[in-house]
Every structure is written in structure tokens, then in C-alpha cells.
């Protein structure tokens, strides 16, 4: 075999595999109408900005700000496990232009993505979930050692101090939050007693209210009654006392004329 099929064999070869590879896919589709190419680069995209946060978090010294980062990572994980149905289904439709191999490719490329999102370090404990697509694998590992020879005793499982002041600090808030609820309770009980007899106290109250109002009633009534007599009352004495007066200046009257007419006479 000389150099030129040597050459010819190996272009042949990679011109086979180019399918699989996931640049020159995203190149070739992601100007057009081809909505898994946008989605997949998409994903794509999205993959690599979490693995370069994951490698953040491994050199950041700020605990708080490597925890938000991992719950960052988490929620980008969720949220992209939670769209590769659709690229499933996209990666069977039809596009035009392309063969069956390539949709073969396609769905090799979207089943492969759940173990790649599932691979990006999070913070958790534990290695990566498996998936539908990519069996958990039963066999034995005897590549993978514990530190104890397989005894594990109560010794073994004994609390650290940092497990044993956080759960102090939980007895302890939990046993503040029991309180607090106590006297929470304290007050409503009270509250509902102080309702009890205030109703209690106006079921009471209704019918002296009842009474007082016919009383009130029964007075303005006779108040009306007598301010309408004294009324008359003081209209038959003042025509009374009218009629004297007319009588008195009356004699004055004709007390004057008698004067008058002795003096022109």
C-alpha cells in the first residue's frame, strides 16, 4: 500500500466520523432554519460556561461564593435536563438537506448529552446521576478502596464536632421556635377567652340597652306632652294679663278727656 492510499483510506475515514463532531455540526447548522442546530448549541453553550464555573469554584476560596456558584451550576443542570425531550424530538424530525446517517448522528449526539450535563461537578456529594440512557453499571470495582478494612462499627459512624455543633444548633433553634409557638398559642387562648366573655358580657347587656331605650322613649314622649301645656299655659296668661292692661289705659284714657274737657269748659 503506498503513501497516496494511506491518505486516501484516512480522509475517507474522517470524512466518515465528521458526523460526530460536534463543531463542525453547530458550524454547519447554526445559520438556518434547523431549530436543533440553534437548541443544541445552545446546550452547547450552556455545558461549557458551567464547566468553566465548576473550575472557578475549585480555586475559589470564598466558601459562600463557591456555594452559590454550585447552586448556580445546579439550576443550569435542571434546567437543561429539563429541555433535552425537546431535542429529542427535534433530532428525529426531518430536515432538508440532511441524510439518514446524520439524524443517526443526531440522536447519538442528544443521547449522549444527559451523562455530559449529569458530569458537571456541582458541589454535591456523590458522583453523577445516572439517566435513562446510560445504564448504572453493577460490576464490581476493584480499582475503588475504603479507608477501613470493612469493619464498620459505632466508632465508625461517630459524629465530628462540626456535625455535632450544627445539630446542637438545631435542637437549640428548634427548641426556641417550640417556645415561641407556645406562647403564640398562650396568646390566642387568651385572646379567645377575652372574646368569650366579652361576648358573654353583651348578651348581657342587650336587654338593659333594650330598657334604657324604651325609658328614653317613654320620657321624650312626656317631655313633648308637658312643653305642649306649658305652651297654652303661658298663652292664657299672657291674654290675661293683656285685657288688664288694656282696662288700665283705658281709665287713663278717659281720665285724660274728663281733664281736658273740665279745662275748656
Given at each position: 500500500m503506498t503513501v497516496?492510499?494511506?491518505?486516501?483510506?484516512?480522509?475517507?475515514?474522517?470524512?466518515?466520523?465528521?458526523?460526530y463532531d460536534v463543531d463542525k455540526q453547530r458550524e454547519a447548522n447554526v445559520s438556518g432554519d434547523d431549530a436543533f442546530a440553534r437548541l443544541y448549541g445552545a446546550f452547547e453553550t450552556q455545558i461549557e460556561m458551567a464547566l468553566e464555573k465548576a473550575e472557578i469554584v475549585t480555586k475559589e476560596k470564598n466558601r459562600a461564593s463557591a456555594v452559590a456558584m454550585n447552586a448556580e451550576i445546579r439550576r443550569t443542570k435542571a434546567r437543561l435536563s429539563?429541555?433535552?425531550?425537546?431535542?429529542?424530538?427535534?433530532?428525529?424530525?426531518?430536515?432538508?438537506?440532511?441524510?439518514?446517517?446524520?439524524?443517526?448522528?443526531?440522536?447519538?449526539?442528544?443521547?449522549?448529552?444527559?451523562?455530559?450535563?449529569?458530569?458537571?461537578?456541582?458541589?454535591?456529594?456523590?458522583g453523577p446521576k445516572s439517566t435513562s440512557a446510560w445504564a448504572p453499571s453493577t460490576a464490581p470495582r476493584p480499582d475503588i478502596k475504603f479507608d477501613s478494612d470493612g469493619r464498620f462499627d459505632d466508632d465508625y459512624f461517630q459524629e465530628s464536632h462540626e456535625s455535632s455543633q450544627f445539630r446542637q444548633e438545631y435542637e437549640m433553634r428548634k427548641i426556641k421556635q417550640e417556645q415561641g409557638l407556645d406562647m403564640i398559642s398562650e396568646g390566642l387562648d387568651a385572646l379567645k377567652n377575652m372574646a368569650s366573655?366579652?361576648?358573654?358580657?353583651?348578651?348581657?347587656?342587650?336587654?338593659l340597652m333594650d330598657e334604657i331605650d324604651s325609658k328614653v322613649d317613654r320620657a321624650t314622649s312626656d317631655l313633648k306632652n308637658t312643653n305642649v301645656r306649658l305652651k297654652d299655659t303661658v298663652n292664657q296668661l299672657r291674654s290675661s294679663r293683656n285685657f288688664c292692661i288694656d282696662i288700665v289705659l283705658l281709665c287713663i284714657v278717659l281720665g285724660i278727656a274728663a281733664y281736658l274737657y273740665n279745662v275748656l269748659k
Open positions: 497516496i492510499d494511506i491518505l486516501t483510506r484516512v480522509d475517507s475515514i474522517c470524512k466518515k466520523y465528521d458526523k429539563e429541555e433535552v425531550p425537546k431535542l429529542q424530538r427535534l433530532a428525529v424530525k426531518r430536515v432538508k438537506g440532511l441524510t439518514t446517517e446524520e439524524l443517526a448522528a443526531r440522536n447519538d449526539l442528544v443521547l449522549a448529552l444527559p451523562a455530559r450535563i449529569e458530569a458537571i461537578p456541582d458541589g454535591t456529594a456523590g366573655d366579652m361576648n358573654e358580657e353583651l348578651d348581657r347587656q342587650v336587654p
